[in-house]
């Protein structure tokens, strides 16, 4: 008989040769031993995890001439049938080369027809979502109620493009990768079988290179076999598999640990020289940081390890990596990782990943300051919370004075935080403000407002020009937040005056006060104009000036507490109401 390779010599003939899939087998298992089986089940999940041979062991456990039972007993002429594919009540259907509706139909006529030989006739449907929709279509009546004498085993690594319809009628199982463990344990038991020496090093690479596939591990572990000869080696694993070994990735890291980017540049040219592929490269330098981090959080955790050894020199190594390194360092490779995924320069994301690791920040002094910083706040709250506890315990209540005290303190700085106000500017716009002025800024207020953008506009809803001269006027806001709002944003302040130029011919410049700094300042330039006319012999020219800008002002301060106009605003909103002297 010709060799036969290990995933086709070593497939599993019972449930409990299957690895990994553990809630799969038990409920299947239980479903035959107390006759619950249905009519459609749907296998799906990634390659080499078990399906179709799941689909094989539930097939020859239905049929078993000494079951129907837990495991078949692969002993009696219909399990030996099944298990050499001459049974012809088992059908496996290639939905990949017979996706027609043609061959479907073929299928319908003879589901009618009972089993010949066996207790059931079982369709295994593999890679189910190649059909096409008509032959969904046609299956669809079939499936949902089949002969008694039928099931359909459908197996799929995409269900996303099965219609769900067809999912609907089927009861479903999600194979799961199958873990490294369960993978090298598989490939050890192949090994002594086989009688071939194999070194548990070797198989770790392979297994982690197989991604949680059964097929895949035993293929490549076929092949380091053939490659090997008598002995398998971690250098043989390492070429056929394509992986890279621990001793590199050590000296990649060191390298980025020191910051020494040029060393590490070049360790990733000869890699790339050697004909590794930089998408992989990239995932197993994910994978060998993972492992730095299980060995500084969970250093007794050394089975979880895929890369790196638990030995001293990796331990020392992780121990150079704060943990918000390793976060960082993951989160950059397993970014660059799915941008390769769209580029054909894949080596270029890899050298940009590559000096952005090796400018992580390795030091956690900034956390540190911060969290001692913080400690010393709780123990002198510790403290004053003692020091209260133990005057209320001697019948000392604690001093109001002291609360009364701090609080105008506190007050103070609050003020002082709040907006800044220019007062010297107001009183120099004070000093030539005029009514032609004020009202040539009103006439347009308006349409200044509509032509704003809303975000802007909604900034002077409640905002008025309240005093003008011929090159600035006063705006001012009932609100002190929106008036901070108005000054912080760049855009507003560079637009607003461009647009009132637009509209009046005169570049202002916009003096922004909310409204209770504006009540005073108003009133301390009234009260120091009225004592310099009061006690000061000055000329006529000097004191028409101030005197006017005092008329100015309680003019305005008469036209806004006017009832009429104050009733117009309400109804029409200030935007629309304009005063004007007769």
Known sequence: MSYQAFYRAYRPQSFGEMSGQTHIKQTLQNALLYNKTTHAYLFSGPRGTGKTSAAKIFAKALNCENGPGKEPCNTCETCKSITDGSNTDVIEFDAASNSRVEEMRDIIEKVRFAPSNARYKVYIIDEVHMLSTSAFNALLKTLEEPPAHVVFILATTEPHKIPLTIISRCQRFDFKRITSVDIVSRMKEVLIDANIEYDENVLKIIAQAAAGGMRDALSMLDQVVSFSGEKMTIEDALLVTGSIGQDVFFQLANAL????????????????????????LTEDFITFYRDLLVLLVAPEQTELLEIASGDELFRELASKFPVDTLYK????????????????????????????LAQVPRDATKSNEGSSELEQKIQLLESQLHQLQQQISQGILPQANAVSQEQPKRQRQKSNTGVKVSSGRIHEILKTATKTDIQAIKSQWAVI??????????????????????????????Y???CQMAMENKTFSSSFPQLISSLTGTMYEVVYVPEDKWLKIREEFIQQNGLKTS????????????NEAMELLS??????????????????????????DD
């Not at 003019?555 to 004007?580: C, N, R, T, Y």
Request: net charge negative; aromatic share 4%; hydrophobic share 40%.
């Open 480 to 482: 002190d937040i929106h």
């Open 329 to 356: 360092s993951i989160s950059i490779l397993t970014n660059t990782q799915q941008e390769m995924r769209f580029s054909n320069h894949a080596k270029v994301y890899l050298e940009t990943a590559i000096i952005r």
């Open 535 to 546: 006690n000061t012999e000055t000329t006529e020219e000097t004191t028409s000036q101030p």
């Open 555 to 580: 003019s305005m301060e008469q036209i806004s507490e006017d009832p009429l106009i104050v009733e117009a605003e309400k109804l029409f909103g200030k935007e629309f109401v304009e005063v004007h």
């Open 449 to 478: 407002l509509q032509q704003l953008q809303k975000s802007h506009a909604a900034l002077l809803n409640d905002a008025e020009p309240v005093a003008a001269s011929s090159n600035a006027f006063v705006l001012k806001f009932k």
């Open 257 to 280: 640990i020191e910051k020494d980017v040029a060393k590490a540049l070049s360790c990733v040219e000869q890699l790339i020289d050697d004909g590794k592929d930089p998408v992989r």
